[in-house]
């Protein structure tokens, strides 16, 4: 019964912003991590944030002080603000939340559940 579903995406030129949002149904854990993840074309899905049940975040390299992962527990939303976006971060952003009180989590492996997945291109 568990959904996720992002919303937020579409096309920016280079140096834009978008936030991204990830509301999640059926999902009774409100004290549990989270992530957002990427896929370019062609290439493998990596985590860009996350955000654990201690409210802790991580960022990946590639978007550590352009990204910032933040969340509304009472209504199990999860944003991802995205600024100074260049055209590398164009892909697919999956949304995901783990089941466990575990700090932040950029490893897709600890995620029982994803969204279907949002698409961003970002123009240059």
């Known amino acids: 019964q568990v959904q996720v579903v992002e919303s937020g995406g579409g096309s920016v030129q280079a140096g834009g912003s978008l936030t991204l949002s990830c509301v999640i149904s059926g999902y009774h854990y409100r004290r549990r991590y989270m992530g957002w993840f990427h896929q370019a074309p062609g290439k493998e899905r990596e985590g860009v944030a996350s955000i654990g049940s201690d409210d802790h975040t991580i960022y990946a390299d590639s978007v550590k002080g352009r990204f910032t992962v933040s969340k509304d527990t009472a209504k199990i939303t999860f944003y991802l603000q995205m600024n100074s976006l260049k055209p590398d971060d164009t892909g697919t952003y999956y949304c995901?939340?783990?089941?466990?009180?575990?700090?932040?989590?950029?490893?897709?492996?600890?995620?029982?559940?994803w969204g279907q997945g949002i698409q961003v291109t970002v123009s240059s």
């Open positions: 995901a939340a783990g089941e466990h009180e575990l700090g932040p989590q950029l490893n897709r492996d600890y995620y029982p559940y």
